[in-house]
């Protein structure tokens, strides 16, 4: 009773929502009150009708059948058996209606409940519509049949009313017949809804990423539990209560220093900005995680701004792996070259020297092949690190000042070979966020074909300097130059200058397409100018990163 209530009177409830009992007490319920109704109105307009046996009849059987529906138990009985009560309701309303139409006229609407009940139940609608209609009929006419007057003119004057109620219960299965198909089309969707919902939150669950989901107030609606388990070695284990935010232990990588709330990811997400790989140290000593995260808003269907979502990847491991690799490479690169240097060098003076045996010059022949044999293999393996797979995936800090004099460093030795002269020209330090391997690499090359290039007696400058927020390197040399047209394709794979074509200057034009491919990685730029017989300068282009105010 209690649902049946909020569905007629509070409207919290929905119709198919109660029990069988319940949805057939609600539908025999407007013909027992109209007829209360009728009952009223006639006891003011005639109450003798109020004696009347068949007015009195049709009330009590009224009576009778919703009790009826309130004590059948409906549910255990086969569907459709409910039905049985709209066709009981003619009885009432014809009793009714004869006994009292000339007090109150239009009595025979009183069919339009049944009728209406009887076709929009659903339930084989293309029969009940008809025997509806054909049991309005019945109503009107058996009075007819009862006083003797089943005379033509009176059985068509009777035809309006059943027409009338053929019509509304036709127009009711109509619309019944579509209501059901979009709540059966409403409740399948709803399911795949659910399927989906379901399927994604176990996604989400499953990822090795955390996800957290902000709607566009900025409060959170979603937290996988990866991110719970990221983001708790930065919870401090003595934190408590309103102070804990300002104790998260919350870095920049590569910086000890904590960064205020509003430099966090999530913080800057929620001013709108967007984030990719970004690194940052959550905890501090041995249980420290680092994270790359990645923020992106997103819109509802109108395309408003519907929220944020932030994904954090537990890189920890690959960041030790990038910097063990780091530390190895750069064994490679300047251990290795500078003595190999050496030795290339040393060997070189000896050759010159017009004493030397023809043993002796064979031996420091192999010594030095050998030599450059060992130089090749090193920038095989440095090529290789920086075009693999995860080549340039993880960005750290980087000062790019530094790497710039490491690399005219290791590239001295080779300069003082040629009689080339080497400057290194720096502007203070260049924080970058970058993959120091690449970025060596690509220094290594540029310094590499600028001697190259260059003849006995000029000299390289190699400097790098701080150009807005950019950290910005230039080769420059003073040797051959290249020609103007040839200054797109020398970026290309294979790509060589025409003036180089044919000579004994070795090179295979693709270290420039590699330099290119690298520095566009980093989001920077890589360039040339040049002036044949006045000399050639690269310059390279990268962001600086962005420090904690």
Known sequence: MEKLLDVLVLGRGQ????????????????????MLLVCAVVAFADPRKLSDTGFVAGQVI????????????????PYGSFLVIPFLDFLPVGLVRSSASDALTGLGLLAVFPVMWLAGSGYRTRLMVPLGGAATLVMVWVPLAIAHTLDPRSLAA???????????????????????????????????????ERLLDTVLETVDVGVLVLDADGKGTFANSKQVEVYAAAVPADGIGEELESQMMIYREGSDEP?????????????????????????????????????????????SHAGTVVASADVTDVVMAVRARDRFLSVMSHEFRTPIGNILGYAEMVLDDPLLSPA??????????????????????LAAAVTGPAAAAIRLPVDFAALVREAGDSSGPAAHRRGIGLDVRLD????????????????????????KYSGTGTRVVLSASREGGWAQCT???????????????????????????????PGTGLGLALAKEVVEKHRGTISCTSEVGVGSTFTVRLPLRREPV
């Open 428 to 451: 203070g330090a260049l924080p970058i966020l970058g993959d120091r391997t690449g970025l060596a690499r690509v220094l290594d090359n540029l310094i590499s074909n600028a001697i």
């Open 158 to 196: 009777e035809l309006v009313t059943p027409f009338m109620m053929l019509a509304i219960g036709v127009g009711t299965s109509v619309m019944t017949a579509s209501s059901m198909a979009q709540q059966a089309r409403v409740e399948e969707l709803l399911a795949r809804s659910e399927t989906r």
């Open 62 to 77: 009224s009576v009778v059948i919703f009790a009826l529906c309130a004590v059948i138990p409906w549910n255990r009985l």
């Open 15 to 34: 119709f198919h929502e109660l029990s069988m009992r319940g949805r057939v007490l609600l539908s025999q319920l407007p013909l027992n009150l109209t």
């Open 475 to 505: 080769v420059q040399d003073y040797g051959i130059g290249i020609p103007a047209g040839d200054l797109e394709q020398i970026f290309t794979h294979f790509g060589r200058s025409s003036n180089v074509v044919g000579t004994d200057i």
């Open 360 to 381: 002796s010059r064979g031996d420091l022949q192999v010594i030095s092949r050998n030599a450059e044999h060992v130089n090749q293999m090193v920038d095989d393996i």
């Open 259 to 303: 960064l205020p709330p509003e430099q966090w990811a999530v913080e800057r997400a929620l001013a709108g900005e967007e984030i990719e790989h970004e690194l940052f140290t959550l905890g501090r000593g041995t249980a420290a995680r680092t994270v790359s995260v990645t923020v992106r808003g997103f819109s509802d269907a109108s395309g």
